[in-house]
DNA sequence: TATAATGCCTATTAATTCAATAGGCTTTCT
DNA sequence: AGAAAGCCTATTGAATTAATAGGCATTATA
């Protein structure tokens, strides 16, 4: 899975109309201005996301983008499969189960792919705008941590492979 | 993280030399052969791979390539970054810790792209060509499971966002 | 020692994707 | 009516991807 420029740029958008939930329609320019993104190339954006029903738009002059559902209904997953595709780092998730039954000598390097793939997907799905805005959900019992405080915005993933990788 | 379909043909070259370990040097044309993959094409992996002292070459009539290094010493993880770049999502794991102290309003989605780079290297760290081809480690314990036997190949992973997903 | 077999290395290419820009059309507010 | 927005399609330049091509260098062996 690879996030573009383009999903970032969603993304940021997304998280100033969070911002803004409630404060009714905000014009392109206002979004592109406050995030830093390119006006026009904005604009190609929030249209796939109102055909994705993600976001609506109001037209003509006042015009301008909100969200369709409340922040803590839209998930980071559904925004980076409209825009950048399958979480699968390779393919994507039916194509790997298919892999796995059919190609014998290849079926274990394609689980792995598929595991990896589960492992985004169970971080994506879980997060939501309202968790990027606000912080994590208040619902969720966190396990006190002496240092090292968790900063993230999700229930802490265990490391092993990852605190020390130069990537 | 991308897996290209070089970084999958390099992949599967390896597994390919991981079970002829010991039968010394394979040459270019027999890989491409038994794998189906491009010829010449694989060539230039196998250089890059051969670069990065992964696998070394027999030069000469006779010659081919073999493993440098014991399959439980090769991850995964070292032949995706070698051809297909960083593991992170965005970015690579210093960018985005460098964005997490700097960028106020984006640290949130910055921290979520980095969970997901660690989730991904836990696994790819973890997997070594030995595993692909013999499947897993058997040093690693596992809790017996009634149903739905884990066909993986590394520690199960625990669902949620993963298993119905489309991708 | 000639020759065939092999890897080494650089260049080239066609197709695709990415990031962005351009510009006319339509809708709505005032 | 006019201005201010979003709608929509086309275009473009740069980069990346997936290959192919072809000559050079090295080695085994007949």
Known sequence: MKVSQKGLYALQALMMLTRRYSQGAIRIRDIAYEENLPEKFLELILLELKNARIVESVRGAKGGYQLRRPPEDIRMAEIIRLVDGPLAPFGDAEQLRSLIDRDEDHRALYQVFLD??????????NTTLADLVNGPPTSVKRRSVKKNRNTSVLPMVVQGGGKEGHD
Do not use: P
């Open 116 to 125: 990896v793939r589960d492992a985004a997907a169970k971080i994506l799905e």
